[in-house]
């Protein structure tokens, strides 16, 4: 089955720099990669997702590369600010299967 | 807010008793998904239903079940519980033809 490996586990940076969170997947059929934010004692709250016909998503500060030869996606966030703290969860579907297959999560630290 | 919203929020009980967690899925999403979130095992699939109908099952134990009502409400029933049940449980939902997984804010369950 899928295996969607996420790296970092932690990661710090200053208010103001950029944040890059890696994830790879497995299965060559997954066609469908969301990121979540989760906030301490809050649900999954998706922030982008791509689909794999499209190599790149913008929005605002946050954006998302897919690379399907190598199978491999990243979350992008420029200009990070504190509120950006939170634990990020990327994941990987198949449209024959709408369950997601999550990475183990990257906790990220926006120091002042 | 996502829309999806679960009851109770938190839930204490002892080994062997059972339990029932409920979900009440985005105004018109068919789709409801329900994932365990442990420390160890991070956030899994359990389980999910279209319409009334099972559509996948994941890494469920057979002391768990669920179902989804006329009105698509569904809800998780978990029985025999063991101090490893202790974890956070969310339902997400969704609609064709977008796999979009809206959270809900979760159960928080803490067997004694």
């Known amino acids: 089955g899928e295996n969607v490996e996420q790296h970092p586990s932690t990661l710090s940076v200053q208010e103001g720099d950029s944040a890059v969170i890696k994830c790879t997947y497995s299965?060559?059929?997954?066609?469908?990669f969301p990121w979540y934010k989760q906030e301490l004692g809050k649900g999954p709250q998706l922030i982008i997702d791509i689909r794999s016909n499209v190599g790149e998503k913008k929005d605002q500060r946050i954006a998302v590369t897919l690379n399907k030869t190598a199978k491999h996606f990243s979350l992008h966030i420029t200009e990070t600010q504190p509120e950006d703290s939170a634990v990020y969860f990327c994941?990987?579907?198949?449209?024959?299967?709408?369950?997601?297959?999550f990475g183990k999560g990257t906790k990220l630290s926006v120091k002042p | 807010d996502s829309g999806v919203t679960q009851t109770p929020k938190h839930l204490i009980t002892a080994t062997g008793q059972r339990v029932t967690l409920r979900c009440s899925p985005r105004s018109g999403d068919l789709s409801v998904y329900w994932y365990q979130q442990s420390l160890d095992q991070g956030l899994q699939f359990l389980i999910q239903y279209y319409n009334g109908e099972e559509r996948a099952k994941g890494n469920i134990l057979e002391r768990f079940s669920a179902q989804q009502f006329p009105d698509l409400h569904s809800e998780l029933n978990l029985s025999s519980l063991e101090l490893g049940d202790s974890a956070l449980y969310f339902c997400a939902s969704s609609s064709p033809p977008v796999e979009t997984q809206y959270f809900g804010p979760g159960t928080r369950l803490l067997v004694l």
């Open positions: 299965d060559s059929a997954s066609n469908y």
């Open positions: 994941a990987a579907s198949k449209r024959s299967q709408g369950n997601l297959i």
